[in-house]
């Protein structure tokens, strides 16, 4: 079993930085994915950053360049580093580690105001 707890959501204004955190237990396999989904109000939700057992990162067209996403192997623990944000920024972020299946952690709201 595994569980995922996220932290570090708010609220920011816009040109703001959030930083969020997502830290696994339970069986957790050094070659797996994790990462960021986002879900606003009315949308699906969407890939936001990933990162693989290797480092290997993959964004979303409308972060790059804003976001980096890391991993501490050591700790289990995928990190989400916000920058320039902008109020389309703004919805539910939700941790992801794929390892056999998916796991989702709870999500962590992140507003951005104009």
């Known amino acids: 079993q595994v569980q995922l707890v996220e932290s570090g959501g708010g609220l920011v204004q816009a040109g703001g930085s959030l930083r969020l955190s997502c830290a696994a237990s339970?069986?957790?396999?050094?070659?797996?994915?994790m990462g960021w989904y986002r879900q606003a109000p009315g949308k699906q939700r969407e890939l936001v950053a990933t990162i693989s057992g290797g480092g290997y990162t993959v964004y979303a067209d409308s972060v790059k360049g804003r976001f980096t996403v890391a991993r501490d192997y050591a700790k289990n623990t995928v990190l989400l580093q916000m920058n320039r944000l902008k109020p389309e920024d703004t919805a539910v972020y939700y941790c992801?580690?794929?390892?056999?299946?998916?796991?989702w952690g709870q999500g962590t709201q992140v507003t951005v105001s104009s």
């Open positions: 339970g069986s957790i396999f050094s070659f797996n994915v």
């Open positions: 992801h580690l794929k390892q056999r299946q998916d796991w």
